[in-house]
């Protein structure tokens, strides 16, 4: 099994900025992510990606995103981060990490809320 752990969500206001960090560990093996994946669930939505980074670190994002958020990973700290820059209401959701094709356990997310 393996447990992630979102956190840097907030309150901001449209125009700023954001970083959210997930960590990823194995609750009885050590592990080693790999290909990564942000994923969001707006209110009323259904959840969907953000942005996803494989193995070697090529990255993809939703249209919405592009230009704006930033994926990336320090594999050696089973970390993944999403730098959220020029944030609009649009963004406001719980924001959760998982792997590529998301099949770990979803954690409990961190809210992001882009209010004025």
């Known amino acids: 099994q393996v447990q992630v752990v979102e956190s840097g969500g907030g309150l901001v206001r449209p125009g700023e900025s954001l970083s959210l960090s997930c960590v990823a560990s194995?609750?009885?093996?050590?592990?080693?992510?790999?290909?990564m994946g942000w994923y969001r669930q707006r209110p009323g939505k259904e959840r969907e990606m953000v942005a996803r980074?494989?193995?070697?670190?090529?990255?993809e994002y939703r249209d919405s995103v592009k230009g704006r958020f930033t994926i990336s990973k320090n594999t050696a700290q089973n970390t993944v981060y999403l730098d959220l820059n020029n944030v609009e209401p649009e963004d406001t959701a719980v924001y959760y990490c998982?792997?590529?094709?998301?099949?770990?356990?979803w954690g409990q997310g961190t809210q992001v809320t882009v209010s004025s």
């Open positions: 998982n792997n590529w094709d998301h099949t770990w356990r």
């Open positions: 194995g609750t009885i093996f050590k592990i080693t992510i790999g290909a």
């Open positions: 980074i494989t193995r070697k670190g090529d990255t």
